[in-house]
């Protein structure tokens, strides 16, 4: 198993190195499902940088427990900041998610944006076999990702983004990894199904919602 990677040290310019290269879209793909997880009542998020978007989910929803895993404690420290609403309804975990155990946990919502990418096809299947029985019958998966899509776009404007984002993650937090995972088929395996799924930046972002009920079916979708 590779080192965790480091994300310490860009914990304060994280957001602007966002907004530099993407703009809004990313904020925009963590957000578009948000309606969905209105109901949820104890999540599991898992590296979500410097925690805006569980600031977010603890405010819109005033019921919801929040256990968030990361490995960089200043990324932590950011969210702690951050969440000032709700902030007695989370808890953090300094901790590689790879080997995390949620002892004894049970949750409805689960959400990764942005966080698969760092590790491998077989990692995103072990840590989905290893939440499976921490979660609850009716539970969803929130999922925001970088995608190559099977275009011409694909080929030649966001294949090379996602390379140079690699190769600059490598560099500035040591991400070993340097492909996407095929995070689909890995948890399609353990018995999730997509429900919906919204491509953005002409598919080169994607967000999705899966379900570990393989008969739930959402409203919007």
């Known amino acids: 198993m590779n080192p965790a990677p480091n994300f310490d040290h860009l914990a304060r310019v994280y957001r602007w ?5 993407f703009g809004p879209a990313l904020w925009r793909c963590r957000c578009h499902f948000l309606g969905e997880v209105r109901e949820c009542r104890s999540a599991l998020v898992l590296g979500d940088g410097d925690g805006r978007f569980t600031a977010q989910l603890l405010e819109i929803n005033p019921k919801i427990e929040i256990d968030a ?20 309804r989370l808890r953090t975990h300094c901790a590689d998610v790879r080997v ?13 944006h942005f966080f698969l990418d760092c590790l491998t096809t077989t990692e995103v299947a072990e ?3 290893r939440l499976r029985p921490s979660l609850s019958p009716q539970a969803l998966w929130l999922i925001s990702e970088f995608a190559v899509p099977e275009s011409r776009f694909g080929r030649l404007v966001a ?23 095929n ?3 890995a948890i399609s395996k353990q018995g999730f199904r997509c429900e919906c ?11 999705e919602v899966w379900s570990a009920a393989p008969d739930k079916l959402l409203q919007s979708c």
Request: glycine share 8%.
């Open 17 to 21: 190195m966002e907004v530099a290269s």
């Open 69 to 88: 895993v990361d490995a960089s404690p200043a990324m932590l420290r950011a969210l702690e900041a951050r969440a000032v609403v709700g902030r007695e």
């Open 100 to 112: 995390w155990e949620a002892a004894g946990h049970r949750y409805d919502l689960v959400v990764s």
């Open 127 to 129: 840590l989905a076999r």
């Open 159 to 181: 294949k090379p983004i996602v390379s140079g984002l690699y190769a600059a993650f490598r560099l500035l937090a040591g991400v070993r990894v340097q492909q996407l995972p």
């Open 183 to 185: 995070y689909a088929e």
């Open 197 to 207: 799924k919204q491509a953005l930046l002409g598919g080169g972002l994607v967000t």
